[in-house]
Nanobody, 115 residues
Framework: QVQLVESGGGLVQAGGSLRLSCAAS????????MGWYRQAPGKQRELVAA???????NYADSVKGRFTISRDSAWNTVNLQMINLKPEDTAVYHC?????????WGEGTLVFVSS
């Protein structure tokens, strides 16, 4: 099993920046992909960014050029650097990983962007 704990959320003004972190523990050696998802009130959860064990990254069109996902080599931590935040980025951000074919989720961290 893998445990994921997110941190770094908070209140920020539009145009500001935040850095989210996801700390992974447990069977992290078998993780092959990790990503950040977000869910805004009344909306479905959506993929924000993902990174594979080979370092390939994937971003939602709405965050390209503003968000950057990164990880350490041991999958201990995955970060999401967010700049030029917009009110529409307001959501609960969840970390997710896939390990041995099983998906694991963190509880999430709230990001609120004021206009």
């Amino acid at each position: 099993q893998v445990q994921l704990v997110e941190s770094g959320g908070g209140l920020v003004q539009a145009g500001g920046s935040l850095r989210l972190s996801c700390a992974a523990s447990g069977s992290i050696s078998t993780i092959n992909v990790m990503g950040w998802y977000r869910q805004a009130p009344g909306k479905q959860r959506e993929l924000v960014a993902a990174i594979t064990s080979g370092g390939s990254t994937n971003y939602a069109d709405s965050v390209k050029g503003r968000f950057t996902i990164s990880r350490d080599s041991a999958w201990n931590t995955v970060n999401l650097q967010m700049i030029n935040l917009k009110p529409e980025d307001t959501a609960v951000y969840h970390c997710k990983c896939r390990s041995s074919g099983v998906d694991y989720w963190g509880e999430g961290t709230l990001v609120f962007v004021s206009s």
